[in-house]
Every structure is written in C-alpha cells, then in structure tokens.
C-alpha cells in the first residue's frame, strides 16, 4: 500500500506532529509496563531509543514551524 507523502510543508509538520505523539505514547506505556514489571529487563534499550525519536521528531516540527513563521 502506498500512503501519500506529505502535500505541504503544513502537512508535513502535522505528519510529524503526529508521529512525535505517537511515540511519546509508546514511551508511556513501555515506562508503565517496565515499572510493573511486565517486561523484561532489555526494554530499557528501546525506551532509550523512543527518547531519541522523540528528540528527533519534537526538533523536526520546531525547526519546521519557525521556518514557516519566517516565510510569512
């Protein structure tokens, strides 16, 4: 399935907007799930990896949006 790339650069900061949701999600619950102990103790590696895609997707939408506001 071939899903559409984002149309404009306000579509693409809604796209990242909700990806960063997303995971900031995923990190919650893997978070809850760890400090239940749920799962087991490896998943310390990919909350450590969801923090850097947030980081990554929070400073693409920052970065996105000021060059919007400066456009105009």
Known sequence: MNL????SRK?????MSIAS???RESYYWLKLLKEGQMVNPGVDDHIEDIR???NVLTAI?????R???EQG
Not at 4 to 7: C, F, I, V, Y
Not at 11 to 15: E, G, H, I, T
Not at 61 to 65: G, I, Y
């Open 4 to 7: 559409p790339a984002a149309s």
């Open 11 to 15: 579509d693409f900061v809604n796209k």
């Open 21 to 23: 949701k997303e995971a």
């Open 52 to 54: 850097n895609i947030i």
């Open 61 to 65: 939408v920052k970065t996105t949006k």
């Open 67 to 69: 060059s919007l506001m």
